[in-house]
């Protein structure tokens, strides 16, 4: 059997239930934006933001519900970072509004948002001790000096950071600094936290440590959180909901597996994961399956409901993880082409297998390395024959 | 071995060419001046007694600190010294107060604005410092470009009665030394992260409290600097007072030319000078000590 095929073969609509590399919701069933009853918390109302000439964000609207994980995710220069100041208040919008719980806030300056912010250089007062960073935003709202103490003592204590109350900044490493920005930023009990690439710093194992962190403190203190990231595999650890952003333009909103699963154009595909694209006509389109003829002769058939016509230009993508790599001619399977194998990709775990198709087309395949040998049975230059299920690609138009 | 030891010389070389430096035109002179504050008056070619002779017991046995019980006991020094004090207290802090918001304005300004900002600052190094406090007489005089210009504004009817007076040191002080106190304080200013003004706004600081709890103490390196910069000659500073001063400004830099120059005082006049260099030890020091931290911070 291919690693792929135990899924639920239809396809779309996905549940609201989150697949992919993320196993346990925080809670299950959770799902506010497919309610239509349910009021949004913060909602981004045809925000547009100009510099100059160049369009930063064009026309977004967005809604993010109550208690979500959301991630802004894109490349540098998409607009999220943009998105996520004008939320804070640093910029202005050009056209738009911005509504949170009900408010206006459009026009408010960033001190009086009910809103904080983790940044992504921490921004900590270098001349300031870790209490003192943390118990800043209290001190300006007045609060008295002992309720101050306890609630910097109760952040302190949520990310183990009790030891270090009186040092500086300087004096913490880049993972602790980490968690006096995050404890800075839930010290207030906002209602809503902005977290700006707030793991960029961290190196890869950390990272990750940090990534559970944040759901964990998400989950505890029950807080809307809004994460700006340009790594895919962050957006999908993290978060309930992610919005695709590509030149200012919000091209996907949906939950880390809907998004892996049916991105809605090639770009998101290939943003998301490894994704292999055969470009191709649709030749036959009927009771929710669709034919492709790829440009290199080869024949696909994959279910999708996607609204073609035939003879449209469309894409089939397909992730490597759902094709299947063999020695032997498969004896049933709809779609099948052979090559050869160019390139093994060995990552301990799984197997990268870049294949040259006899069409001189180049398809990556994904295979776990389950069995407990050195040897690899697929080696260099084999020949070998890739298949996949009529459902394991999603066709594409754009 | 042998090119070890060349390259050890050259290193002694390069090391001891400052400190050569310092002990031919800083201790030595300094010797000489603290010997003279210890002779007396003479009427002679040159001024005082004992000059130097071989045998040292009796030239050592002729010195004495008369001058300086001398100093003490006349109110006129110390007066002079605590009225410099004084003065150079005062034109520091007013000194701050016009830099620090053209400082912070350098600061945020465009970034390719700065280098021109930054030379538009320097710019007066160009022409010679005392013609620029003459310029100052024909601005400050009763019939001079200021008291005509409010005149013809109909702000005064009497011309203005600035010149020859404490007031007009203070303008001459502030005006002379505004570099020295604006380019520390912009170097200080400069390097403050802009995200650390967002954050405190975020957090819930108006931008006048923001000032106040972020950037300000971020740049008191740069405060404590330009003070000093600005302290230490001003204390000593002679020529503003003597071109814009009147007769009740009374500063030690003054005193000193008159004991030298007018008096021909010499050995009185170099006591003054010693003294007036130990009062300045303190913030020198101070200055040094900054100077370290900053380096250590830095690094």
């Known amino acids: 059997m291919s690693v792929a095929t135990a899924r639920d073969p239809q396809v779309k609509p996905a549940s609201p239930q989150r697949a992919g590399p993320r196993t346990a919701a925080p809670q299950s069933g959770f799902a506010p934006w497919k309610d239509p009853a349910k009021e949004p918390f913060v909602r981004f109302e045809n925000i547009t933001k100009r510099f100059d000439d160049f369009v930063a964000v064009k026309n977004v609207t967005l809604d993010i519900y109550e208690r979500e994980f959301f991630a802004l995710l894109g490349p540098s220069g998409c607009g999220k970072s943009t998105l996520l100041r004008m939320l804070a208040g640093f910029e202005r919008p050009t056209e738009g509004r911005t509504i949170v719980a009900g408010q206006d806030i459009t026009a408010l300056p960033p001190y009086e948002r009910p809103v904080n912010m983790m940044f992504q250089s921490y921004a900590l007062f270098p001349h300031m001790t870790v209490e003192a960073n943390i118990g800043f935003g209290l001190r300006q709202e007045g609060m008295a000096k002992d309720k101050i103490a306890d609630r910097v003592d109760e952040a302190m204590a949520m990310l183990e950071l009790g030891q270090f109350a009186k040092r500086k900044p300087h004096q913490l490493s880049g993972g602790q600094q980490q968690r006096v920005a995050l404890a800075r930023a839930i010290a207030k009990k906002p209602r809503l936290v902005l977290l700006d690439e707030p793991l960029g710093a961290l190196d890869k194992k950390l990272r990750q440590q940090a990534q559970f962190e944040l759901m964990r403190i998400q989950e505890t203190t029950g807080t809307t959180f809004i994460i700006v990231t340009h790594d895919q595999e962050e957006a999908m650890t993290v978060a309930s909901r992610i919005a695709v952003m590509d030149k200012g333009d919000l091209v996907q909103v949906a939950t880390p597996g809907e998004i892996y699963e049916n991105p809605k154009t090639r770009y998101i595909a290939g943003f998301i994961g490894d994704v292999n694209a055969f470009e191709g006509k649709v030749s036959a389109a009927s009771e929710g399956c669709i034919e492709i003829d790829a440009n290199d002769g080869y024949k696909f058939k994959t279910r999708s409901t996607e609204p073609v016509t035939v003879g449209q230009q469309a894409w089939l993508a397909l992730r490597p993880e759902k094709i299947r790599i063999s020695h032997d001619q498969p004896v049933s399977a709809v779609n099948a082409i052979s090559g050869k194998v160019e390139d093994i990709g060995y990552l301990g775990s799984i197997s990268h297998y870049h294949v040259r198709t006899a069409a001189g087309e180049r398809v990556t395949a994904l295979r776990a390395n389950a069995a407990h040998t050195v040897e690899r049975t697929i080696s260099w230059d084999d020949n070998v024959w890739l298949d996949w299920p009529v459902d394991a690609g999603v066709v594409l138009t754009r | ?299």
């Open chain 2, 1 to 299: 071995m042998s090119s070890s030891s060349n390259s050890d010389i050259r290193r002694w070389y390069v090391i001891a060419a400052p400190y050569l430096w310092l002990l031919i035109f800083f201790l030595v002179p300094f010797f000489i001046v603290f010997k003279l504050s210890l002779s007396d008056v003479a009427t002679a070619i040159p001024p005082y007694t004992p000059t130097f002779s071989w045998s040292i017991a009796d030239f050592v046995s002729k010195l004495d600190f008369e001058n300086y019980t001398f100093i003490f006991g006349d109110p006129l020094y110390v007066n002079a010294y605590l009225s410099s004090l004084k003065i150079a207290g005062i034109s520091t802090f007013l000194t701050l107060l016009v830099a620090y918001p053209m400082a912070y304005g350098m600061a945020r300004a465009p970034k390719g604005w700065q280098p021109t900002l930054m030379m538009l600052v320097i710019l007066p190094f160009w022409t010679s410092f005392l013609i620029r406090i003459y310029a100052w007489i024909a601005i400050l005089k009763p019939e001079g470009f200021l008291t005509m210009f409010l005149m013809k504004l109909g702000l005064i009817t009497e011309p203005l009665q600035i010149m020859n007076s404490t007031t007009a040191v203070y303008i001459g002080i502030v005006y002379s030394y505004l570099p020295f106190m604006i380019l520390p304080l912009y170097a200080s200013l400069e390097k403050i992260n802009p995200a650390l003004l967002e954050a405190a706004q975020d957090l819930g600081s108006r931008p006048w409290r923001a000032f106040w709890q972020v950037t300000f103490p971020l740049s008191l390196p740069g405060v404590f600097a330009g003070c000093l910069l600005v302290f230490i000659p001003a204390v000593g500073e002679f020529v503003i007072p003597d071109l814009l001063g009147g007769s009740e400004t009374l500063m030690i830099g003054k005193t000193l030319w008159t004991e030298f120059f007018n008096n021909r005082d010499w050995p009185l006049a170099s006591a003054v000078a010693v003294l007036l260099l130990l009062v300045l030890i303190i913030p020198i020091v101070l200055f040094q000590r900054q100077q370290q931290l900053e380096r250590e911070a830095g690094r």
